[in-house]
Structure formats: C-alpha cells, structure tokens
C-alpha cells in the first residue's frame, strides 16, 4: 500500500510506492486504474519504470478456488501426492505461512530449509558497449565457451610477468567494487541496491561485472543471506537486524578476472554468528599464509589437496562443518578453470602449486550439515538444515618464495571489514 502525507496546501497527499522514495507522488499506474487497484501512485516516470518488475506483480489475479479444487482432483491420482500435499501443509503449518502472508511465491510448493524467501528482482542492468567483456556477456544462454574448451584439461596455467600485471589490475579493481558494495550493507538496505552500487562502481573503473549473464545470472554480483551458502541473486528483500550478508564480487578488466568475497554483520547479530563468521575467517588465513609460524601453507610445491585439511582441521575444533559442493577455482584470462581447490579435507584434487598459478580459496563454513540444497531458481544454495553458512575468498598469485593475496584490502592492515 502507499502511504499518505500531508501536501503543502494541508490535503493528503500520496508517496511514492517506490521503496526508499517518499516523494509526492502524483502519478498513477494505468493498469492498476483499468483494473480498480487503489493506492498505487508514483513521483515520476522514472520511479514507475524502476519499479516496474515488482509492482506489476499487484496486477495479477489469483486463481479461482473451483482451478485449485480441479487441480487438487487431477493431482490426486500421481503416485505420492498425498504425501507430498501432507509434507507441504505441515512445513506451513510449522513454518507459520500462509497464503495471505506471502503475497510473492515463486516456488509455492518448494519447502524451504530455512526462514529466508525470495523477493522480487529488478530487470537485467546494461554495461555500456566501449566496455570489454567475457565472451560469454552477450551469449543468449550465457555460455562461457573459452572456458568449455579447456574444461577437464589437468593443465593449469603459468602466467607471464605481463599477465600477471593484468592479474594485479583486475584484483585491486574488484577489491575497490567490493568496497563500495560494503559501504552501503545496512539495516533496511536491500541487496538489489548492493547489487545497483557494485554494477556502477564496476562501470565506473571500466569492468565488466563477471557475474552479469554467466550461465545465464541475472545480476552483477551475488549477495548470501544467512543459510545461504553461495550464487544468492540480489532482490528487494531488506537487510534486516541480525543478518549476516556476503557479498561476492568479480569483475573483468582488460581481459582478466579478479574475485573476493566478505561476510559481513547486519546490525547486531547472534553470538553464534559471530564465532561462525570469525571461524570462516580463520579458515581462509590458516589456509592461505600460515601454516606454521613463518610458513606459506601456500607456496611452490604444496598439492592443491592439501588446502581442504588445513581448513576443515580448524572449522572441525569450533564445532562447525565444510561445505563439499563448492570449491576454489583456477582464475586468470578464464573466471573458472583448473585447479580445483576444494576446501574439506582427504579430497582428490589434482595439481601441485607452482609461480605464476593463479586461483582462488573460498572456504564456505556452516554452523550445522555440510549439505546444502538449491532453490528452484537453480543457483541459490542453501544449507539442507536452514543454518547459517559464511564464506571468504581471495584470489592468489603462488610466487617463488610463497603466495601473493591480489585481492586483500587495502587498509586496516588487511583485517575483514566484520572485525572494524
């Protein structure tokens, strides 16, 4: 609904229904006029347009209970329907959903692990044609296909001192996005806007936000709320207190990628979250630069297996679990590619480090399972248990004497912003 002030004349005067504007609005939907919809009033074309994507959902009819009865009859004769109708009514029932609570449903017969739902999505932003881009950008079905002709190949790539430069570029660049993504995660702030800040600050230092089309997602980077593991798409949910919130940030600069990502606090959040998000941390540290006191666990010569031992080690002693699903990739002129670094331990990952290998560590801590699930929208990963999850990554260069962090923040002595 819009809510109403007071004009300067003293009459009642309509807000904008557009979130975070409360102009005066004066404009109203045509459609929401044809069909008697009140209370729908915009400031500008320009609010209208922008919020398009979600307010046309008012516009539509729910279906009449004689199509759901003759649904429910024709359903009934599939083999564990019943079942499956019973599993539903009683994961509302404890979940405390109704029809009338969720006005959007994309998914109304997919039980949730969690308490997180979907919200509407913006439309698909533009990137300027000047600006270069992955072969995969303008692909009808996003497909990478440089990436598909090497998949498989053992083979990982040694950079040369020029790629490496590119290499260098690209990371300070993605680590500046991510910074400006960072700035506005706050309380009432929805990650669609995150996502809106990330897409111009990637344009704004002439990227190609990698995310945008790859395989089809249709965002420029990929926020994870709470029991979401990995590959959340940006919507209009707000932030709320107590969330924890990872923004996953890669662009392409000049024909290379740089990749991070941070988990970060929402407000005041549950002691729990806090050792999980500490602990993920620590994971990636412990991994990366210190095995022991003044040793690379990350140098010339360490197997890429042996990563997931030093991360599961520690996020085992605090009570925690690896997620074994999603693993740290190989990185370079490709956004994924050999190695495969996976992050529990007793993995069969193949390859030894060597100067000039370029990847990325991302370990994905979960409070409760391991195992996750995917939402409908086939990118979404959630745990199985609706728990918390938390990730970091950066991208590393392996050097001669031990490892290079290209994408560590630039301040603070390198420290994550959930520690400020």
Known sequence: S????MSANGVAAHCCETPGCNAEAKLQCPTCIKLNIQGSF?????????????HKLRHKKPRSPWFSEQLDQYLQYFPGYAYFKRAVTQFKNISGISDSSTPYNPWPYYA???????????????????????????DPNGFPHSEQKVRGAANIKCLSDEEKEGMRVACKLAREVLDEGVKVADIGVA???IDRVVHEAAIER???????????FPKSCCTSVNEVICHGIPD?????NGDICNIDVTVYHRNFHGDLNETLFIGEVSSIAKNLVKTTWECLQKSIEIEHIFRFAVKPG???REVGSLIQKHAHSQGFSVVRSYCGHGIHQLFHTAPSVPHYAKNK???????GHTFTIEPMISEGTWKDEQWPDNWTAVTADGKLSAQFEETLLVTDTGVEVLTQRRDRNGQPYFMD
């Open 42 to 54: 915009f400031c500008s074309q320009n609010c209208f347009k922008g919020y398009w994507e979600s």
């Open 112 to 138: 949730f692990s969690g308490s997180l739902r979907p919200y509407p999505q913006t439309t698909k932003k533009e990137v300027p044609p000047s600006i270069g881009r992955p072969d995969y950008a303008d």
């Open 349 to 355: 990952a193949v390859g030894v480090m060597k100067p």
């Open 191 to 193: 990650t669609d806007e």
């Open 302 to 304: 360490v197997k890429y």
């Open 2 to 5: 819009t809510s109403t002030k």
């Open 236 to 240: 209009m949910r707000p932030l709320q």
């Open 206 to 216: 002439e990227c190609y936000p990698s995310p945008l089309n790859y395989h089809g």
